[in-house]
Nanobody
């Protein structure tokens, strides 16, 4: 089982960035997909989640209207489109997979985790 997150980088405030997550070794279309992030010196926090069928989503309040989570089950990939990035969005972003259709923000509900990709937003 592997989740490979990529697409991070350094951007200016107000710019956009798209993260991708490639899944292998399990049947992704039976799992909800989520993104979490961890800023330096802070605890990991929920960002967004999408059900296996794409019909339900959940976002943390601070990213609503700016971030969009999506998935392509045929390609076993998930993505996080991030617009209007702010310095407070700076963090290592992790993709995660949780069996079923829940879009919970609770990290322990997700069984598989990627290695993380760093997003740095400069002011």
């Amino acid at each position: 089982v592997q989740l490979q997150a990529y697409g991070g980088g350094l951007v200016q405030a107000g710019e956009s960035l798209s993260l991708s997550c490639a899944a292998s070794g399990f049947t992704m279309d039976r799992y909800s997909m989520a993104w979490f992030r961890q800023a330096p010196g802070k605890e990991r926090e929920f960002v967004a989640a999408l059900s296996w069928h794409g019909g339900r989503s959940n976002y943390r309040d601070s990213v609503k209207g700016r971030f969009t989570i999506s998935r392509d089950n045929a390609k076993s990939t998930a993505a996080l489109q991030m617009n209007s990035l702010q310095p407070e969005d700076t963090a290592v972003y992790y993709c995660a997979a949780g069996y079923g259709s829940k879009v919970t923000p609770r990290s322990h509900e997700y069984q598989y985790w990627g290695q993380g990709t760093l997003v740095t937003v400069s002011s």
